[in-house]
């Protein structure tokens, strides 16, 4: 079955917007801001996927696999900094961090 | 025959393996020595059985490895009589230094990584050995290489020792890195690394090729065999434990050169140039090492400097073309310095790591049992007549003598002046040590070492002296010159393709004669010196600090600090230089006044905002947003 490229990026745009706005709105929760970029580049992922099928070069895939050795070291150090941000104030509210302010 | 080969090398393999992975904690201390020396007469087993079968030189082939386009390196094994005869010697002479070890390291909490390291030792010695091609032998060449260095620095948490390691390490690596220039360089002109290959090809290439080839061997040589300039790394690694000293000098690391020079002898002996140096750097580090020998208080230093000596006699043997005469002192001296390393140990150990032979006297009563064994092997090395290193020694002064002309007539001269100070040496350390009445008017701050106050020696460490010393003293027969009916070892070696001439009868005992003479001269001197009623008198004299030559040679020709002037000095200064100034002052600072600029400019922006993260990222996906509209449609 093939999947025509304009689904392949309907879906991505979808994925990349749902993302931005868990992003954007999702205050309470620094996990969920994460969450939300995780999405967005899952979508960008897909971009790179659907674009390497249609043209029938295996370049995009290669960069899909970099992203996710990419994505899996960014998860792993930002949990880091989740835990360490929670130990100091006892919250994960995002707006709780403003001392980039002072 | 391919089992027996694959037993001799993998045996010590897995001994090391199997201590090192499960030693400690599954096996039991008992069962890891049992272990280390029941894996090398295992391969002494498989030797005898391999020699036992041996008819004709053999290739065998273990596995595919390094296979590339043209490029093949497989391991594969060769067993020619100088391999074989070899091997029979590592075997036998590091089984009984095993036995010794396990004596030795009684009390030593680390000894499971002590027996590790030297089963890999014996493993990568016979791997060079066996070797068929360059890559292989190169491997086997590092892996002794590196079991020296962690076996000299042993004892890491004395600082002292582990820069010992440390400096045999990396002056035998100035020479290892000739010998990977060889080994690729030939593998591009012949196309093959094979070495029975490579050795018929010696005469396709011009003279100039040959003799670059052989220098870069010859450099390689220089490093493992510690001959002059880079013998500097042998008397510091006395640094390790006995049996590690008694190895590397007897059976497995410092013949390594002097073999590998025997066994590309068909092809670089091509030219000679290269045996002109060879024999020079032979000559030049047996009067080296002698005359430091003949200065040295430290008993385990005087080994050393002999040794040094002695492989420099090998190597002016493999310079005279006189492959058999050098595998002959070859094996005959690690039969001999195995002994005397060994006795020195029990020495050392009965003594409480006493090492400075003015405090030791009159053991000859205390210590019979050390005492005649060593005594054997103080015979060999000096030279008296009919002991094995007395016909070995002979064999090669006879071959430098059969090569005539004025350089190897000057050469001559210096072996035999060199044989006089060995003999000097030799009586001295013995006469020090064994002799006299045992008490000495120590310097101030020594303690004395009673007669009563030996450390009892476990037996285990005594009777390997006793094969040691009978093979020492009969180790002649092996090679008996050919008025006396012809040499075994002579023979069995002929197949190499070496077409050695032999001296007339006539002159031969006359060389003999003289060789005798002179180790006769040189043992008178020494007895005159420490011998009866002027001991006393000598070793006082040399109590105090030497001054003038005395303390030249005792320095080594005062080489370390040569070096250290010439090239350590230099470059810690260089280092300095490029740590503080270039790094710290130059790459860092700009990188640190760097950070700090965009750190500033984030406070200053910082300061300005709301400083939440939210309202940032709304910022920032608006931002992106324009910039895709203006993208898509705002281009003209």
């Known amino acids: 079955m093939i999947v025509p490229l304009?689904?392949?990026?309907?879906?991505?745009?979808?994925?990349?917007?749902?993302?931005?706005?868990c992003t954007l709105v999702w205050r309470s929760?620094?996990?969920?801001?994460?969450?939300?970029?995780?999405?967005?580049?899952?979508?960008?992922?897909?971009?790179?996927v659907g674009g390497s099928n249609h043209w029938g070069m295996a370049d995009g895939q290669v960069f899909a696999l970099i992203i996710m050795a990419m994505t899996s070291a960014e998860v792993s150090l930002a949990l880091a900094l989740v835990v360490y941000l929670h130990r100091r104030k006892n919250t994960v509210d995002v707006d709780e961090f403003r001392e980039l302010q002072d | 025959m391919k089992a027996y080969l694959e037993l001799i090398i993998l045996l010590p393999l897995l001994g090391a393996i199997i201590n090192a992975l499960l030693g400690g904690r599954?096996?039991?201390?008992?069962?890891?020595?049992?272990?280390?020396?029941?894996?090398?007469?295992?391969?002494?087993?498989?030797?005898?059985?391999?020699a036992i079968v041996y008819r004709a030189p053999a290739t065998v082939e273990i596995v595919s490895w390094l296979s590339d386009f043209d490029f093949k390196a497989s391991l594969t094994l060769y067993l020619d009589p100088l391999s074989l005869s070899l091997c029979l010697m590592i075997t036998f002479v590091c089984g009984l230094i095993h036995l010794y070890a396990v004596g030795y390291m009684k009390d030593d909490p680390s000894s499971v990584r002590f027996f590790a390291l030297l089963n890999l030792f014996v493993a990568a010695m016979l791997m060079l050995v066996l070797a068929e091609n360059l890559p292989l032998l190169y491997l086997g060449w590092e892996g002794v290489g590196f079991c020296s260095y962690a076996l000299i620095g042993f004892w890491h948490t004395k600082p002292a020792n582990a820069t010992a390691g440390r400096k045999a390490f990396i002056v035998t690596r100035i020479g290892d890195t000739g010998l990977g220039i060889a080994v690729v360089w030939m593998f591009e002109l012949f196309g093959t690394e094979s070495i029975p290959h490579l050795n018929q090809m010696g005469h396709l290439l011009p003279a100039g090729i040959v003799t670059a080839l052989g220098l870069l061997m010859l450099l390689a040589a220089m490093g493992k065999s510690a001959q002059v300039p880079l013998m500097v790394w042998l008397p510091d690694a006395m640094a390790g434990p006995t049996p590690v000293s008694a190895q590397i000098h007897a059976a497995t690391m410092v013949t390594a050169g002097v073999y590998l020079l025997m066994r590309m002898f068909p092809l670089i002996g091509v030219s000679p140039t290269v045996t002109a140096a060879i024999a020079i750097t032979g000559a030049l580090t047996a009067f080296y090492g002698a005359t430091c020998a003949l200065v040295q208080r430290d008993l385990k230093r005087i080994l050393a400097y002999s040794t040094i000596s002695q492989i420099g006699y090998m190597m002016l043997g493999v310079g005279a073309g006189a492959i058999t005469a050098a595998t002959f002192h070859l094996l005959v001296h690690a039969f001999f310095k195995a002994l005397l390393f060994l006795g020195a140990g029990c020495v050392i150990t009965a003594l409480h790591h006493e090492q400075d032979i003015f405090r030791m006297g009159g053991l000859r009563r205390t210590l019979p049992g050390i005492f005649w064994p060593f005594l054997a092997g103080a015979l060999c090395l000096a030279g008296v007549p009919l002991t094995g290193g007395f016909f070995s020694k002979d064999g090669i002064l006879g071959a430098v003598w059969l090569k005539g002309g004025?350089?190897?007539?000057?050469?001559y001269v210096v072996g035999l002046v060199t044989a006089f100070i060995t003999a000097v040496y030799t009586a001295r350390m013995v006469l020090v040590v064994f002799c006299g009445d045992g008490i000495h008017p120590l310097p101030p701050g020594g303690g004395g070492l009673g007669r009563g106050g030996l450390k009892q020696l476990p037996r285990i460490m005594e009777w390997p002296l006793i094969p040691l010393a009978i093979l020492g003293l009969c180790g002649g027969l092996l090679n008996l010159p050919e008025y006396?009916?012809?040499?075994?070892?002579h023979l069995f070696l002929l197949s190499l393709g070496s077409h050695e001439q032999t001296l007339p009868h006539s002159t031969e005992i006359l060389l003999q004669g003289v060789a005798a003479a002179v180790a006769a001269a040189g043992i008178l001197t020494a007895w005159f010196r420490y011998g009866g009623k002027r001991r006393q008198e000598s070793l006082a004299k040399e109590q105090k600090p030497a001054g003038g030559i005395a303390a030249f040679l005792l320095e080594g020709w005062r080489v370390d600090a040569l070096y250290d002037l010439l090239l350590v000095r230099p470059y810690t200064r260089l280092s300095t230089f490029l740590w503080?100034?270039?790094?710290?002052?130059?790459?860092?600072d700009s990188l640190d006044r760097m950070a700090s600029l965009?750190?500033?400019?984030?406070?200053?922006?910082?300061?300005?905002?709301?400083?939440?993260?939210?309202?940032?990222?709304?910022?920032?996906?608006a931002g992106a947003a324009l910039m895709v509209f203006w993208m898509v449609w705002g281009m003209p």
């Open chain 2, 598 to 621: 965009f750190g500033r400019c984030g406070q200053w922006l910082g300061g300005r905002g709301q400083g939440r993260v939210s309202l940032s990222l709304l910022g920032m996906a």
């Open chain 2, 26 to 50: 599954l096996l039991s201390r008992r069962a890891s020595e049992w272990l280390a020396c029941a894996v090398i007469w295992g391969s002494f087993a498989a030797t005898l059985a391999a």
């Open chain 1, 6 to 21: 304009a689904h392949v990026l309907i879906l991505a745009a979808i994925l990349f917007g749902l993302g931005l706005v």
């Open chain 2, 580 to 588: 503080q100034q270039l790094d710290e002052g130059c790459i860092d």
């Open chain 2, 484 to 489: 006396m009916g012809n040499g075994l070892l």
């Open chain 1, 29 to 48: 929760n620094v996990i969920m801001l994460l969450i939300g970029i995780e999405i967005m580049l899952n979508a960008a992922m897909l971009v790179f």
């Open chain 2, 406 to 411: 004025a350089l190897y007539g000057g050469l």
